[in-house]
């Protein structure tokens, strides 16, 4: 699994991990000799502890229906997939979960928007720049399966003394963006990132928001298609301004490979 | 708050009153491990933060 990949900053940072499934000992036996998990696989035959817990997936056979998928009679059991993130005390501070059973975010997701620490185990990077600006992407893993979350991160850079428009925005001008090439089967989220702070441009009326200096935004990425292994494209797009002056729209464009890895034991 | 974006039309749940709440003692949980092992996650824990993964199977 992909988390023991991230088991490392985990355990520096003195994070314990478990993860609870309905399956066997027998099975997780196998499955952590052959993937080399080393934390704990909690064994939670006939659903017990899921139900007790109220996690039980109850929409799992309607969700077989709105994938056009046949119903699948040993699904039953499965917990909505999430995680829960637990303090010193045992005291729960955040529940991340998904209503698809077949999504799930990465160990590098959880780390850095859940518990707010850097990875170590980060994914391809590539960087480019233009006038007055350069973008740095680069994805959480190196490799996609079907329906797993992963997130693009662009870092925009702007060079001091100027500044690229977020918004809100008038008409007429540019606010930065990120664009992803279209891959069959590749559903991209929104944009995250930070607030743009107000400007006013002396002698115009209107208010801006700008960006200076770094700022960091993020995209999930969900790949719904085997589409091989692939190439992300991505493109920033925005205006750079001075405090006098503003530069046509530019696009700046990296790309990272991106291999397409099956999920375990099975061959969808 | 993890981002809900399935496809348009998948219906999304409000997972707020799912499950422990956040806030709340995670509840006791003893299962045994991949090596057979019972375990109780809050000893496990050992006072430190925990991860704590649902996953729908290590099978399929």
Redesign the interface.
Known sequence: MELQRSLADYQRNDIAIFAISYDAVGVLAQFAARHGISYPLLSDTGSRVITALGLLNEQVFEHHAFYGVARQEHHWGVPYPGAFLLDAQGVVTQKRFQSSYRERETGVALLEEGFHLASTARGPWASAAGPGVAIRAYLDADAYRVYQRLRLSVELTVEPGLHVYGRPIPDGYVPFDVEVAPVTGLIVGALEGPRPRPFRVEGLDEEFAVYTGRARFSLPLVFTDKAGDLVVRVAGRGQVCSARDCLPPITVEVELPLAQRNHVDSDR | ???????R?????D??S??????????D?I??????VV?D??A?????????????????
């Open positions: 708050m993890a981002i809900e974006h399935t496809s039309q998948f219906p999304v749940i997972f707020t799912i499950g422990p709440r956040v806030d709340e003692q995670f509840p949980v299962l045994p491990d991949q090596h057979g375990t996650l809050h496990a824990r050992a006072g430190r933060r925990a991860l704590v993964v649902f996953y729908r199977s290590a099978r399929w």
